[in-house]
């Protein structure tokens, strides 16, 4: 908008400026000066007669080319105004608690356009704001780098800073040596699980689009933690089974589930089915509620192998409703116990009512 008022303005300043010496030189072609025209006769002079024989043709053409290209940029500005008003400051306030027009106006209708005005990617343009105003080295500063960008300049599908304190909680909770989180995108949430964990506790992240693999490693190197995360390019479904012969990993101890959301129930199946799953592993999974996990949800509540507890927050940088479910998994026995008003009741893979 700056760059436009810069061409606008010099354009009027010339307009005005070669008014008032066209109106020095025809008195009579001032506004003023008809209006005393029917009254007062201008002096005679024979060089403006000469002047306005041989000028006044091409300098009323120069009048009106300026003032249709004055007008013309005029019109542009506002318009550019007044759409960058509307998608910066009115739609962005009208989506903010609704998840359907949130989800499609930042992740659909927004992001292509900038990335047919920029030429580049969301994550692109993210990478660029953490390379330019976060601390090398300064996992903090690298989040609070990215949370920046996402508030004041484009939403992206990170956890988020308020579901991000909540993962940053149950990190500390559960205190894991094994960690697996599957969803990667830019590598936020990676970076705010490994500046938690022991010096000797990696993270193994998975990420299917190569492009986000590619910023992820950049953003994550940018922390100084790639000594600490180690970012898989593939699918999820491909890349569990492997786990164990790749790292030599017997189970997980912190799993977070953040990647496409009709994966869910059947990576954690499929973590079941590897035993990558032990007593007392914790699974936190993200935006449970928007998009939503239905199926997820109902897998992992009615199933008496977990024991459950929903965390309510909101859709990364809006007032969407949303949350994480934390589960922790009791293992595959065939007995359990459960203690309802003091009484133990013994069931065999059953749900109690």
Known sequence: MYSIIKVVYPELKALFIWEADFTLLYPTSSPTARLHSSTEQPPTCTILTACQESASPTRHLQTCDRLSWSMSLFAVSMALLGLYVLCRCLIPWLVQSNSTLALLWYDVVLETMLDLLTGSTRPQRL??????????????????????FCKHTEWAMNVGDEKGAILDLVVMETSPSTVLELGTYCGYSAIRIARLLPLATKLITVEMNPNYVNVARQV???????????????????????????????????????????????????????????????????????????????????????????YQ????YTRVLDGLERSEYQGDRQDYHLVIDNETIQTRGEKVK
């Not at 990478?127 to 920046?148: E, F, K, M, T, Y």
């Not at 390019?233 to 569990?240: C, Y």
């Not at 998009?291 to 992992?300: E, H, K, Q, R, V």
């Not at 927050?313 to 990364?316: D, K, Q, R, S, T």
Request: charge should be negative; aromatic fraction near 8%.
């Open 127 to 148: 990478l660029r704001a953490v390379s330019i105003n976060a601390v090398r080295g300064d996992p903090d500063s690298v989040i609070a780098a990215v949370d920046h």
């Open 313 to 316: 927050a909101h859709l990364e």
């Open 220 to 310: 994550i190197q940018h922390a100084g933690l790639q000594e600490k995360v180690c970012v898989l390019e593939g699918e999820s479904g491909d890349l569990i089974p492997k786990m164990t012969d790749m790292f030599g990993i017997q189970t997980f101890d912190f799993v977070f589930l953040d990647h496409w959301k009709d994966r869910y129930l059947p990576d954690i199946k499929l973590l079941e089915d590897c035993d990558l799953l032990a007593r007392g592993s914790v699974i936190l999974a993200d935006n449970v509620v928007c998009p939503g996990t239905p199926d997820y949800l109902n897998y992992i509540r009615d199933n008496l192998k977990y024991s459950s507890r929903f």
